[in-house]
Protein backbone atom coordinates (compact mmCIF):
# COMPACT_ATOMS: atom_id res chain seq x y z
CA UNK A 1 0.00 0.00 0.00
CA UNK A 2 1.65 3.20 -0.99
CA UNK A 3 2.36 6.01 1.74
CA UNK A 4 0.30 8.98 1.81
CA UNK A 5 1.77 12.14 0.88
CA UNK A 6 2.21 14.29 3.62
CA UNK A 7 -0.43 17.53 2.71
CA UNK A 8 0.86 20.68 1.49
CA UNK A 9 1.71 23.77 3.57
CA UNK A 10 0.91 27.20 3.11
CA UNK A 11 4.37 28.58 1.95
CA UNK A 12 3.52 31.18 -0.59
CA UNK A 13 7.02 30.73 -1.58
CA UNK A 14 6.00 27.93 -4.17
CA UNK A 15 2.60 29.60 -5.85
CA UNK A 16 1.50 28.30 -9.17
CA UNK A 17 2.14 30.09 -12.31
CA UNK A 18 -1.47 31.23 -12.23
CA UNK A 19 -1.59 32.96 -9.00
CA UNK A 20 1.18 35.53 -10.06
CA UNK A 21 -0.58 36.17 -13.22
CA UNK A 22 -3.36 37.15 -11.35
CA UNK A 23 -1.07 38.94 -9.09
CA UNK A 24 0.50 40.71 -11.69
CA UNK A 25 -3.01 41.44 -13.26
CA UNK A 26 -4.42 43.01 -10.27
CA UNK A 27 -1.60 45.40 -9.30
CA UNK A 28 -0.73 49.00 -9.47
CA UNK A 29 1.80 49.11 -12.43
CA UNK A 30 -0.06 46.53 -14.89
CA UNK A 31 -1.06 48.17 -17.90
CA UNK A 32 -3.34 47.04 -20.84
CA UNK A 33 -1.96 46.37 -23.68
CA UNK A 34 -2.83 47.55 -27.30
CA UNK A 35 -3.50 43.86 -28.23
CA UNK A 36 -5.56 43.34 -25.56
CA UNK A 37 -7.57 46.32 -25.63
CA UNK A 38 -8.20 45.91 -29.37
CA UNK A 39 -9.55 42.35 -28.93
CA UNK A 40 -11.91 43.28 -26.22
CA UNK A 41 -13.18 46.14 -28.46
CA UNK A 42 -13.55 43.86 -31.56
CA UNK A 43 -15.58 41.45 -29.19
CA UNK A 44 -17.49 43.72 -27.67
CA UNK A 45 -18.30 45.51 -31.17
CA UNK A 46 -19.35 42.27 -32.71
CA UNK A 47 -21.26 40.80 -30.43
CA UNK A 48 -22.93 44.11 -29.83
CA UNK A 49 -23.63 44.00 -33.68
CA UNK A 50 -25.37 40.50 -33.73
CA UNK A 51 -27.14 41.15 -30.90
CA UNK A 52 -29.07 44.41 -32.43
CA UNK A 53 -29.60 42.20 -35.40
CA UNK A 54 -30.36 39.33 -33.66
CA UNK A 55 -33.07 41.31 -31.98
CA UNK A 56 -34.62 42.96 -34.91
CA UNK A 57 -34.88 39.43 -36.47
CA UNK A 58 -36.69 37.78 -33.29
CA UNK A 59 -38.83 40.72 -32.95
CA UNK A 60 -41.45 39.33 -35.56
CA UNK A 61 -44.56 40.96 -34.14
CA UNK A 62 -42.71 44.51 -34.47
CA UNK A 63 -42.67 46.11 -38.43
CA UNK A 64 -41.07 49.33 -39.14
CA UNK A 65 -37.66 47.45 -39.71
CA UNK A 66 -34.08 48.88 -38.17
CA UNK A 67 -34.98 52.69 -37.11
CA UNK A 68 -33.41 55.21 -35.97
CA UNK A 69 -31.74 54.60 -32.49
CA UNK A 70 -30.66 50.66 -33.93
CA UNK A 71 -28.93 52.50 -37.01
CA UNK A 72 -26.65 54.69 -34.46
CA UNK A 73 -25.97 51.79 -32.25
CA UNK A 74 -25.17 49.30 -35.35
CA UNK A 75 -22.76 52.07 -36.48
CA UNK A 76 -21.14 52.90 -33.16
CA UNK A 77 -20.87 48.46 -32.76
CA UNK A 78 -19.10 48.74 -36.13
CA UNK A 79 -17.12 51.25 -35.47
CA UNK A 80 -15.66 49.75 -32.34
CA UNK A 81 -14.87 46.53 -33.89
CA UNK A 82 -13.33 48.84 -36.72
CA UNK A 83 -10.97 50.49 -33.74
CA UNK A 84 -10.49 47.04 -32.18
CA UNK A 85 -9.06 45.74 -35.25
CA UNK A 86 -6.70 48.61 -36.01
CA UNK A 87 -4.90 48.06 -32.41
CA UNK A 88 -4.31 44.25 -32.78
CA UNK A 89 -1.63 44.41 -34.71
CA UNK A 90 0.52 47.61 -32.67
CA UNK A 91 0.94 44.38 -30.07
CA UNK A 92 2.18 44.84 -26.48
CA UNK A 93 3.01 48.35 -26.35
CA UNK A 94 0.50 49.94 -23.20
CA UNK A 95 -2.60 51.41 -24.65
Known amino acids: MPEPTPAKSNNTSSTSPYTSDIRRFFSRDYTV??????IVLLVIGVLGFIGILGIDILDVGREGGIGPAQQGALALCAAMAVIGLTLIPLGNKPA
Open 33 to 38: SKRQLG
